[in-house]
């Protein structure tokens, strides 16, 4: 890819084409409603150069065809698309009836049911994983060279990239039920670049950081430049039924100073900060996980509730105001107990199943791989953190397995958690449990895991568009 750009800078001088964005999509993020208010892109999204009203968009740089024949879809592919929205449409009915009628449809051979207070809706979460299963088709672009696009780290925080990354499109072969065997039969396009290799590449700590962004930016956009140049597929739905996926703290500065390229394009990213541009109907909130060396899961706990000794538990730096706020109240509490270090010949995850509640707040940026941890540990999670938009809500109901505490409620944390009666707690607990196994890996992945839940978000925003045909 990099051995690429030079030629990609060359094109961005010359062209004169600018694009009219139109969109009008995507629903309310709660799922029960979701699927009921679907509204359609419009159907001319082709570039008219003959408009004397365009838009000045000075920094985009989409590629089309001028050859009017090379414009349109050819009959097979308008009727590949046709067969794509027939299906979609399909399995929305199917998905509502569920949802009414609000009992399973079919049980058979299943592994993981979907049940309990923790969903907003289990039956309708039940037959979309169905429909997904059945019907949903990605497309992985094969553009670029390594170690740009077609790799990302496997390990410690950023791991879900690369463990994403393997098994779409691995020698492996474990979402191969999903993989489109052609572009024609796909519902999603995914854009496989490496935002945290890009940083590796360019990261620059002596220039500003406007500097040291602008590089980030270049790169996605020129593979966007490509893959709507070669292809009609990105021209065709404006990026709304394209997609990227990274952990990486910076993610979101990808697509921040393009917002008309990336109007409709969907971010899956850890750090979903809707006060930062995260658009919650469009994009799509991962859960960050912290992936051991060699492992694919953090331990998982096998204590009961009443052998749970601490009342509240944090352990990590103090990065950001909000962790600064936590140790400043409660750094010398013997219940609420913070440490930024833990003494020595003491285990992090021990005291994590030791604690009946696990805070965590934000660090310098809103996702942290905290919130895992403590789901894994059956730690009741307490969420202390400002405009995060928290993975899979718009299945699970967060409100029956963790609590939510405001930035200027740390003071009255211990009267908080202390105000909950066992009833409510054990209450929490088993709804950590239910919904556990939604963060786990496996490999290969299997029905309802971690992967499976990230790539469902994504078929729900899919579910919530309509491509003119």
Known sequence: MASKAPTYFSLLIFPTL?????????????FNSSLSKRLPIPSNPLINVTNDN?????????????NEEKQKISKNKRS???????????????????????????????TFIPRGPAYRNPYALQQSHKEMVKRFKIWTYKEG??????????????????????????????????????PDEAHVFFLPFSVVELVVFFYDPALSGAENLAPLRRVALDYVNVVALKYPYWNRSLGADHFMLSCHDWAPYVSDKNPKVYKNFIRAICNANTSEGFEPKRDVSIPEVNFPYKEINQPISSLGTSNRSILAFFSGRVNGHIRKLLFDQW????????????????????????SKFCLCPSGFEVASSRLVEAIRADCVPVIVKQNYSIPFSDVLDWTKFSVYIPEE?????????????????????????????????????????LIHMVLHSIWLRRLNIRLPL
């Open 331 to 354: 750094e010398n509490d013997d219940e609420i107990q913070v440490h930024q270090h833990l003494p020595k010949g003491e285990n992090y995850f021990e005291r994590l199943m030791q």
């Open 18 to 30: 600018l694009i009219i964005f139109y969109l009008s999509f995507y629903s309310q993020n709660k």
């Open 145 to 182: 060279e390594r170690p740009l696009v077609h790799q990302a780290p496997m390990n410690y925080v950023y791991g879900l990239d690369g463990h994403f990354m393997e098994q779409l499109e691995g020698s492996n072969d474990s979402l191969t039920n999903f993989i489109a065997r052609h």
């Open 54 to 66: 365009h838009h000045d968009f000075s920094s985009i740089f989409i590629f089309a065809k001028e």
């Open 80 to 110: 590949s698309l046709e067969m794509i929205e027939d299906g979609l449409a399909r399995a929305r009915a199917a998905i509502r009836k569920a949802a009414r009628r609000r009992r399973y449809k079919s049980r058979k051979g299943e």
């Open 409 to 449: 409620k740390i003071p009255e944390i211990k009267t908080i958690l202390k105000g909950i009666s066992l009833e409510d707690y054990e209450q929490l607990v088993d709804g950590l449990r239910s919904v556990k196994w939604h963060f786990t890996m496996n490999k290969p992945a299997k029905p309802f895991d």
